[in-house]
């Protein structure tokens, strides 16, 4: 996969994940070295280390941008936004992927797949997602990160979020990834909107005031994801 004559070289991070992505599902993962990468996309092992510090890197770069935002993300909120909302508006404002990546996500989805290792890691990185989710839900509650609903509703929310990435990367709408996020997301957290209110010691409850206090419809449509926001 050497660059042939005219072809353009690839120094954007995006063009060059497409194209170790391919090679890794074609060669293997482990398999494909950082030299061979460098090679197909036409820049140097300086270049290509500059953008990815490990082949790891190449499989988790999104994973782990959107780790980042999304704790940013859950900062921002308002002390007095109902739970609920608070960590549906941050799940959902992390992806930012449209239609034009979809393909890229099925790819790495079927590596990830056919790979036990990159398996366990998938897992590891989700888990250290719900880490995040848990003590915020905990911190809003004034409760252990260890307790029942901090612990249910932060896994369950990440378990619906990789399987909504999961079906939105092998299906042909031309809706972005935040969409689908909602869709799975809102029926959940409409269910635990009480629960999470309920015995709550961190913040005053919202009482229909305006902005952030007033509660507000978790309930999703195509579309309508700033609904949530």
């Known amino acids: 996969m050497q660059p ?25 993962y482990a398999e494909t070295s950082m030299t061979q990468i460098a090679e197909a996309a036409g820049v140097s092992r300086t270049t290509l280390f500059a953008y990815f510090g490990a082949k790891s890197d190449l499989i988790w770069r999104d994973f782990d941008l959107n780790f980042g935002a999304l704790a940013r993300s859950l900062e921002s909120r308002p002390l007095d936004e109902e739970i609920a909302i608070s960590v549906l508006t941050a799940l959902v404002e992390v992806q930012i992927m449209g239609p034009e990546r979809r393909a890229l996500v099925a790819r790495r989805w079927e590596l990830i797949d056919k790979t036990p290792d990159l398996r366990i890691a998938t897992a590891e990185r989700t888990a250290r997602y719900a880490d995040v989710l848990a003590q915020f839900i905990a911190d809003r509650r004034g409760e252990p990160v260890s307790a029942f609903l901090p612990q249910v509703v932060a896994h369950a929310a990440l378990s619906a979020s990789v399987a909504a990435s999961r079906c939105w990367a092998v299906s042909e709408v031309a809706e972005p990834l935040a969409d689908w996020i909602g869709h799975a997301l809102s029926p959940l957290l409409d269910g635990y909107r009480a629960p999470l209110e309920e015995g ?6 919202p009482t229909g005031g305006p ?18 926001t």
């Open 4 to 28: 042939g004559p005219g072809r353009p070289r690839a120094t954007t991070p995006e063009r060059i994940l497409e194209i170790a992505q391919e090679l890794f599902v074609t060669r293997g």
């Open 200 to 205: 709550r010691r961190v913040g005053p409850r």
């Open 211 to 228: 902005s952030s206090t007033r509660p507000r419809d978790l309930s999703h449509r195509p579309g309508t994801v700033t609904e949530a």
